[in-house]
């Protein structure tokens, strides 16, 4: 099953990556989230990014609290082995409409980002969420440039990747989002690394939006 899952996702988003490497890179994710038991102080997990914190949007109980650390551990793994300047791992909200930042690693992030049209001009988190689609700048300066991408905030990066976290019919529970300083950082070893992420936050992010693991409205 998960070699098909990690085909499947290679081939709907378009990525030549080598599906035996990013099933590697899924199973090494797959056990940092299942062993998930690292003591991790609450104030990080419960803590939230940019000031917007998840108890606000989530019940405040244990069976979330092991979720965010899962999620938290997960993220924190990919991002030290990545060189990238920050990290953030979103969870969509459907009624609510936003992506809520769930957990961060390096620079600050956004915590809360709306779904619609506006704000997904002016971060690729949004746009991948609202679309089911990865989006990858590889110079964000000309996607700028070519307003592709919207905002002063992007004045200091320099290449930038959202990946959607999707259910096997394509439904999106949340999104990865990477930023490094330099141009074209994420080759093909570091899309490999992060689509791994990618696709083992599926399961703590379905349970944390409370969604069914058969839906039939794909996207969604």
């Given at each position: 099953?998960s ?9 709907t ?11 590697m ?10 062993m ?14 940019g ?19 899962q ?8 991002w ?16 609510a ?31 991948s ?6 989006n ?21 990066s320099?290449?930038?990747m ?11 529970l949340g ?30 992010l ?15």
């Amino acid at each position: 099953m998960s070699d098909t899952l990690v085909r499947d996702y290679l081939q709907t988003q378009g990525l030549r990556l080598s599906a035996d490497e990013v099933h590697m890179a899924h199973l090494a994710a797959q056990a940092v989230v299942a062993m998930g038991q690292a003591e991790i102080d609450r104030s990080v997990l419960w803590g939230g990014v940019g000031g917007v914190v998840p108890s606000d949007y989530l019940p405040q109980d244990e069976e979330t609290e092991k979720l965010l650390k899962q999620v938290f551990m997960a993220l924190d793994s990919a991002w030290e082995r990545s060189g990238a300047r920050s990290a953030a791992v979103y969870l969509r909200l459907r009624e609510a409409g936003v992506l809520l930042g769930l957990a961060q690693r390096g620079e600050a992030a956004e915590g809360l980002l709306l779904l619609d049209e506006e704000t997904g001009w002016r971060h690729l988190a949004s746009r991948s969420a609202q679309s089911g689609w990865l989006n990858l700048a590889d110079d964000v300066a000309r996607w700028l440039e070519f307003d592709e991408l919207r905002g002063a905030a992007h004045a200091g990066s320099g290449s930038q990747m959202a990946l959607p976290v999707t259910l096997e019919n394509g439904m999106v529970l949340g999104v990865v989002y990477v930023e490094a300083a330099e141009k074209n950082a994420f080759d093909a070893a570091a899309q490999t690394a992060w689509v791994g992420l990618a696709l083992a936050l599926a399961e703590p992010l379905r349970r944390l939006a409370g969604e069914d693991e058969a839906q039939e409205d794909g996207h969604g």
